[in-house]
């Protein structure tokens, strides 16, 4: 097959779907890689790497993609400016699709590609099997954010992180306050530890105490519901009469942070409020909050999506895309997860189908449209409800 890997459009996105060491795997495969000139600059991965590596060099992006049978992508499809044409509509029929497509945030995007043929598979709807972890790039991307949230913390910190003992006196450590651990609040965790701070964090799926304690942070104790977790490992939407508990413990941990860093989600639903505005006036002058869930909402009210705000005094960094912001580890992680999946759909380079059927539940779990129909339930019945407009939404091609 021939993989064609474009150069991402949407402002800000720095990662590439495809890194250089990774090219031989396809390549002996039997596969054909085209990737367009200056598709990895950004992410430290000059054209010179790809080509020596194995890969065909595109100077123009509509002849990789009226040439690829599969395309890489790290971003939805989106309306490229340059060429006043939406890369849907430059996907030739018939073509498959790889990436983190956000279905349910580009319903009319979705339905476009239906309407071309385009076989599409979302990497956020892989189920979490064993066996497809090597494929689970929502995984990895929530690692490279946990981390980077807290290093953005204590760069725009006023004190240092850790414990420090000086003939000037003693520096103590910094407060950090964790809400939600999932991979992304365990590698804050992690990395606020490493940095020497002081660590506590909170979760409502009772497994996660044991975890939180591994690392050596203090777990915030409340009564916790039952049923706190899905069958995937996701956090389950909660009630209003539980959020309203759990904010009472965490306002009462909220005056002696110095860095909160909320990372509270709930898979296709709006990020929970864990924290008002109020409650964020009680943290200290000076402090920080990052809000890892800022896409969806916020799990502070004062978050403002995308932006860094100074509201009383307390720092608010709405920062979305904190993977982009570290673009070289970040696309060696995903481009890992990409070719997993496309070794694992495609193991051999005939043109056919020759890995699992569309009854496999990674294949069925991820595939969005195919054959010229939407087959994910959860978008097909998002599109029902009458989300998406009778025309296309402007740029996107009928």
Sequence with gaps: MRIGVPREIQAGETRVALTPHLIPLLTRDGHEVMIESGAGVSARFPDALYSSAGA????????LYAQADVIFKV??????ASLQRHEAELLPD????????APLAHLDVMRSLALRRITSYSLEYL??????QSMDALTSMATVAGYKAVLLAADRLAKMMPLLMTAAGTVAPANVLVLGVGVAGLQAIATAKRLGARVRAFDP????????????????????????ETTGGYAREQSEAFLARERETIAANLPSADVVICSAQVFGKRAPLLITSDMARQMRPGSALVDLAAEQGGNC????????????????????????????????LYAGNVVNFFRYLYPRSSGAQTGP??????????????????????????????????????????
């Design 56 to 63: 065909m060099i595109a100077s123009e992006v509509q002849a």
């Design 205 to 228: 799926r009772p497994p996660v105490r044991e975890q939180v304690e591994s690392l050596g942070a203090e777990f915030l104790a409340m009564d916790l519901p039952a049923g706190a």
């Design 75 to 80: 971003q939805a499809p989106g309306f490229n």
């Design 301 to 332: 009210e004062a978050t403002l999506p995308g932006q860094e705000a100074v509201r009383d005094g307390v720092l608010i960094i709405g920062t979305t895309n904190l993977p982009a912001l570290v673009p070289t580890d970040a696309s060696r």
């Design 357 to 398: 059927g569309s009854g496999d539940e990674i294949v069925a779990g991820t595939c969005i449209t195919r054959d010229g129909a939407i087959v994910n339930p959860a978008i097909r019945a998002a599109m029902h409800e009458g989300v998406v407009p009778l025309l296309p939404a402007e740029g996107v091609p009928s």
């Design 94 to 101: 018939g073509a498959s699709l790889i990436g983190l497509l």
């Design 127 to 132: 189920p979490r099997l064993s066996r497809a």
